[in-house]
């Protein structure tokens, strides 16, 4: 049987990861489902800024909600679109996307199954969508 897990804000580390321009805090969501998810809070190094890298992700789910400040990313699907605090995104398997900027002081929620996935860095889309 799992068993409880809890994630404290006060005195959690943050660690630098896939993006140089972030650091992940782990929530212990993947040690508690064994790896078939994983949640981290994501935030902004001040002064560091996005690469515009289009990549995709090959996993089932992947969605985000926005903690604070915002960010901006292309989608090949369905262009460019700003996310403020209160937003969310699910991000369907391997679409190409990149993040364009983001504030120095953006929070994210990323939820993802499994908590381990590969990132591809791909060719920007022939013709990305345009932006509503």
Do not use: N
Not at 40 to 59: C, K, N, S, Y
Not at 72 to 96: H, N, S
Not at 98 to 125: C, Q
């Amino acid at each position: 049987m799992a068993r409880t897990t809890t994630s404290h804000a006060e005195g959690a580390e943050f660690e630098r990861g896939l993006r140089a321009f972030f650091e992940y805090r782990d929530l212990g969501i993947k040690d508690a489902t064994a790896g078939a998810f994983g949640a981290h809070v994501i935030r902004a190094i001040p002064g560091e800024h996005a690469t515009g890298q289009w990549h995709t992700h090959d996993l089932p789910f992947q969605m985000f909600f926005v903690l604070k400040g915002w960010v901006k990313f292309e989608y090949e699907d369905i262009g460019e679109r700003t996310f403020k605090a209160g937003d969310c995104c699910y991000q369907p398997r391997l679409v190409r996307h990149r993040e364009i900027a983001h504030s120095d002081d953006v929070e994210i929620l990323e939820i993802t199954g499994p908590a381990e996935f590969e990132t591809k860095t791909v060719e920007a889309p022939a013709r990305p969508a345009a932006a509503e």
